[in-house]
Structure formats: structure tokens, C-alpha cells
């Protein structure tokens, strides 16, 4: 049975589109012309994707859905993690092509949101980047807004705090201490986000509740993955699965502290 490609690897007939994504931003000359990046070059991103997507274009690329593809979305974003965490420091090359494949994929679901008629929500790459645009203005005031004085700026910790204040402004429809929390995270992730949201919020640790310490020994990140790594190994000799415990005990926190 042959394997299906993946959104960064279109049928060998049509350009890849992340080799375009490859030479955005660098300021560098591009391989075998004298003329550095602009802006139409993600124009002429956006319009490879779109060709990919009409009749007559790539017959997988047009076949796809939000929801056929979102899992290549997740395994490109471990790919950057994978560049990013490179046992010999910081591998830029790989960075930059694994960057250049999350962008395909940003750029697939946004031509896919784009066929959807605007009356029934439908918006394109462009209202994303506009979005974002308006976004950061917004939520850095210190910076985009005029201020008083020559004095210093805010402390990183006043500008969270603020980043924090005007993100509940703009989602009135959180009201919960612990809303917002991706439900998919992996569950380490779920319940480190969880609990850094309990202690804002002040729900954690509970009144008169401390906190239990590590076993004695357990100063670094290396012997704290080697104690997690053993809690696995034993979960697994139980018959009991770690990832599902977890992120079960830590939803029920949610949805206890969310009643």
C-alpha cells in the first residue's frame, strides 16, 4: 500500500510549496537570483497553494479537509521542537525547513477557510495576518501607545500582567478561573498549564494544602525525567496508562474548579 504524502511533500509534478517558505524573512539574496525577499513572495505563496487547491491542480492537495490534515500540523510542530532541542545546540538549518512546513500548513487550512463563503465565516491567509497584526498592537500598549514621560517601561512582569488583563477583555466568554486551557495538550503540558493558571487565579496550592517535594536527589531536569521515566515504566508494569491517568486526574481538577 503506498503512503500517503504528506502536506509537505505535494505530488512531484507541482512545486513544493515550503521551498518558497524556505528563503522568507532572511533578508539573503535568493539562490540563482539578484534580487532579496519581499512581500510577493508570500503573495506568490498563497497563489501556489491556491493553484494546488483549483481544478485541475494537485487532485490529493484538493481532496483535503480540515480535518484530514490537521494531524501533519502537530507532527511538523514536534519537528521544529525536534531543531529546537538538537542534542548538539540549536540546528538552524532544520529550523528553518521545519518552520517552512508549519507555514504550509497554516497556509493550507487558511486556503481551505478561504473557500468557505465570508456569510458562514470563511476568511484567508490575509484576514489572519491582519488579525495578528492588530493583535500585537493591542496587547503591547507600551510599545504602540503613546506615552507618558521619559521614564523606564514596564517590568516584564506588569506587561504579563497586562497581556493577561486585556486578553480577558477581548474573551468575555471566559469566565472561568481555569477557561482557556487547550484540552488536547499532552497531558504534562495540560497539567503544568492547568496549575500555572490555579496559582494566578489562586486556587492552587488550596488553603492549608502543600505542595508534596520530589524524592530527595531530584535537583535537575535530568534526574526528574529519570524519575517520570520510572513512574511510566511502572504505570506500565500495573497495566495502567500514564498519559490517560494524567490527563484524566487533570481534567477532573478543571472540571471541579469550573462547577
Known sequence: MSQEPKPSEPQPSTPKPHEATNRQGTGQQIPGSDRTPTAADFSQLLEIMQTLRQPGGCAWTGAQTHQSIM????????????????????NLPLLREELGDVLLNLIFHAQMASEVPAELGGFGMEDVVADLAAKLIRRNPHVFSPREGAGPGPSAQE???????????EKPERRGLLDGIPP???ALALADKTL???????????????P??????????????????????????????????LRSHTRSYIQHHSE
Open 71 to 90: 494531524h501533519y500540523l502537530i507532527e511538523e510542530t514536534y519537528e521544529v521542537l525536534e531543531a529546537l532541542e538538537d542534542p548538539r545546540g540549536l
Open 159 to 169: 506587561i504579563c500582567e497586562a497581556w493577561d488583563r486585556l486578553k480577558k477583555l
Open 184 to 186: 488536547h495538550l499532552p
Open 196 to 210: 500555572d493558571k490555579a496559582s494566578k487565579a489562586g486556587l492552587w496550592p488550596s488553603q492549608g494544602e502543600h
Open 212 to 245: 508534596a517535594g520530589l524524592p530527595a536527589g531530584i535537583e535537575t531536569e535530568d534526574a526528574l525525567g529519570a524519575y517520570l521515566f520510572e513512574l511510566v515504566a511502572a504505570a506500565r508494569a500495573a497495566g495502567l496508562d500514564a498519559e490517560r491517568s
